[in-house]
């Protein structure tokens, strides 16, 4: 560049531009350099020319931590949940006796008779027992819809206590702690229907299953034959 040229009014403009970039570099470079130092250097921690040999060029290694913490503190730590207390168990009212019997308190089941074989007019007959495990006399209804015994043979629906049944149908018992309430039953051989019929079929010879139903309890199958 000429020398005339810095001469005057345009020499002065050109040497505090060139002045004024000088000193925004220089603030530039102390803000990062006290950045860095805030950031944890001591007198045993190597230099991040040293520790940063592989920067890419255009970025300073000194920057790097202080990005990294801005990037941090941007997208937020996650804090951990605090685990949820214990809720306490709710404690059981004690039953009172005279109460209706809860399912999980009773025990049915179903006996057939001796003949596994019924042949001619013999009728199969049959045992039904409910008994009460519970702490206190509770109350249950024994009567032929609550506590059915149902006779089918494969997918057809033979003959059931709860078809036909004459008033409510309903039979409340007091069940005694370990007392077993006990009905016994004898099957005419002949079919039965919701309809009530006036004359029902007669069950044909084959084989039958006799099963004891209560709310959602079932017995075992008690299987028999007719000849």
């Known amino acids: 560049m000429d020398p005339d040229t810095m001469r005057g ?11 004024s970039v000088l000193v925004a570099v220089l603030v530039v470079v102390a803000v990062v350099a006290w950045a860095c130092s805030a950031g944890g250097s001591g007198p045993g921690r190597s ?33 951990p ?6 809720k306490p168990s709710p404690t059981k ?14 025990v049915l089941s179903l006996q057939s008779g001796k003949e596994q074989i019924y042949a001619g007019n013999a009728r199969p007959s049959f045992l039904v027992t409910l008994v009460n495990t519970g702490s206190v006399m509770c109350k249950a209804d024994v009567g032929p819809r609550a506590m059915e015994i149902r006779i089918t ?4 629906r ?9 008033g409510e149908g309903t039979e409340i018992r007091e069940l005694q702690r370990g007392v077993p309430y006990v009905r016994s039953l004898e099957w005419d051989r002949r079919r039965s229907s919701p309809d009530c019929r006036a004359t029902p ?24 034959h007719l000849r």
């Open 9 to 19: 009014d345009g020499g002065d403009v050109y040497w505090r531009r060139r002045i």
């Open 201 to 224: 079929a007669a069950a044909l010879p084959g084989t039958y299953v006799a099963v004891a139903r209560m709310g959602k309890m079932r017995t075992t199958k008690g299987v028999f």
């Open 47 to 79: 230099s991040s020319a040293q520790s940063s040999p592989s920067a890419t060029a255009g970025t300073s290694p000194a920057v790097d931590p202080l990005l990294a913490g801005l990037r941090t503190l941007a997208m937020g730590t996650a804090t």
């Open 153 to 156: 043979s494969g997918a057809d």
């Open 158 to 166: 033979i003959w059931s206590t709860a078809d036909c049944v004459s």
């Open 93 to 106: 009212r004690p039953k009172r006796p005279g109460e209706p019997c809860s399912e999980e308190d009773l």
């Open 81 to 86: 949940s605090p685990s949820p207390s214990p």
